[in-house]
């Protein structure tokens, strides 16, 4: 796309405040009215968390059209979510969004809180991978993408998949390659469902993703409210047209609403659970998941406290050459990536039986105190924003040797 981009971006432009105001005011009309609003972000949503868009005076392909390297001002695992990113889950949670519709990278959707079923992202994610074989997903904390050394249509990751043991590939989607099936279908079928559909920070020229609004401003009864800093092909479909930042719409809409922003939290969900190998002997198996349960790579290592092993690389399993005792609490000190200065966690499992129920950890993660909170439970489903639960009553941890 860097050969149909401008050495000179077109003008950004942003209406005064009080078209603003007014503009958002009609929004919110056309908000407490939707039965199915979805919403399609392009770079301009991550722009104020430092990564560059594409089509602006200091966009990629703006930039590359003159010759020369844009650089992204914040590293993608290290951006915080926007004040619209942030507004977008709390529109999801409270029912009033129905799906999310990107074409970003950036994994920033998913971070924030977006639920992976109500989220279509047409050109993938840098830190999700699927195996080829049995389709698997994992989410990973790091960039998950291929180094593309064959070619660019060369997606191995140079991982395996530890169900099958086939490869696993990028989800990148890159020039001249089919959109990926599901999130596509997912996605024209909100589109011919939605009477309200939000663009946000998209120059609206990429076939098919530009398809989706101009699906919506098509069908009559159907509302499409646009805004980008820039024009687009399908301006003269939008109902509302907004010149503005991405935040600036979002935060003075949730006002409007009389809905609040919160702020960013990182939030990790960890599975601990005993089990019984051949022979009789015990492992303690630790492992990361998402919402949905798909695999999730976020620790660096786990060492059982008073224990000098450590086990750095996943699975993170613990092998022990005698059983524990019911009601022995083992803790856990976790290391994480380190993408927002997470500093290292320690955790409480109680073994309760052999073969017992697996404990759910919800870990949560305060960029701005440096503060981790743990909430734990021996279902699947912990509520985010829980408060510490209470951990049973402390007992002398068993220093419990490790297999060599």
């Known amino acids: 796309m860097a050969d149909t981009a401008p050495k000179v971006a077109e003008a950004e432009r942003e209406d005064p405040a009080h078209i603003l105001d007014e503009k958002v005011d009609a929004f919110v009309k056309l908000i407490r009215k ?22 602006g005076p200091n966009g990629v392909w703006t930039l590359r059209a003159q010759g020369k390297q844009a650089h992204n001002k914040k590293n993608t695992l290290q951006a915080i979510p926007t004040p619209t990113h942030m507004a977008i889950v709390e529109l999801q949670n409270r029912g009033i969004l129905t799906h999310v519709i990107s074409q970003n990278c950036d994994g920033l959707h998913r971070r924030s809180g977006v639920l992976p079923d109500r989220i279509s992202e047409l050109h993938g994610n840098s830190n999700r991978e699927y195996c080829r074989d049995c389709g698997k997903e994992y989410l990973r904390d790091f960039r998950a993408v291929s180094t593309y050394e064959t ?11 530890a169900l099958c043991n086939g490869a696993l590939l990028d989800t990148i989607i890159n020039f001249g390659e089919n959109l990926p099936e599901e999130p596509l279908r997912l996605a024209r079928e909100h589109a011919d469902k939605a009477d309200l559909c939000l663009v946000l920070g998209s120059s609206l020229t990429v076939s098919p993703s530009n398809e989706i609004p101009e699906t919506v401003g098509r069908r009559r009864g159907a509302k499409l409210v646009i805004c980008n800093l820039q024009s687009t092909p399908i301006d003269c479909l939008s109902d509302i047209r907004v010149f503005a930042k991405a935040d600036d719409l979002m935060t003075r809409m949730m006002a409007k609403l009389e809905l609040p922003i919160s702020p960013f939290i990182l939030r990790r969900r960890l599975v601990i659970r005993m089990e019984t190998l051949k022979g009789g002997r015990q492992q303690l198996l630790v492992r990361g998941v998402d919402v949905d349960g798909t695999p999730a790579t976020f620790l660096q290592s786990v060492k059982l406290v008073n224990n000098r092993r450590i086990v750095l690389a ?37 073994f309760e039986a052999v073969d017992g129920p697996a404990r759910h950890y919800l870990l949560q993660y305060d960029p701005s105190n440096g503060n981790w909170t743990v909430t734990q439970s021996e ?23 490790l297999e060599d």
């Open 34 to 55: 939707s039965k199915h609003l979805i919403v399609c972000t392009g770079a301009g949503v991550s722009t104020s968390a430092g990564i560059a868009d594409f089509r």
């Open 151 to 161: 070619s660019i249509h060369d997606h191995r990751t140079g991982r395996r998949c």
């Open 314 to 350: 996943e699975p993170f399993v613990i092998n022990f050459r005698s059983d524990p005792e019911p009601g022995t609490i083992m803790k856990l000190e976790l290391e994480f990536m380190g993408h927002y200065n997470e500093p290292n966690l320690e955790v409480e499992y109680t």
């Open 379 to 401: 279902g699947e489903h912990l509520e985010d924003g829980a408060q510490d639960a209470p951990l049973g009553m402390e007992k002398e941890v068993i220093d419990l040797t």
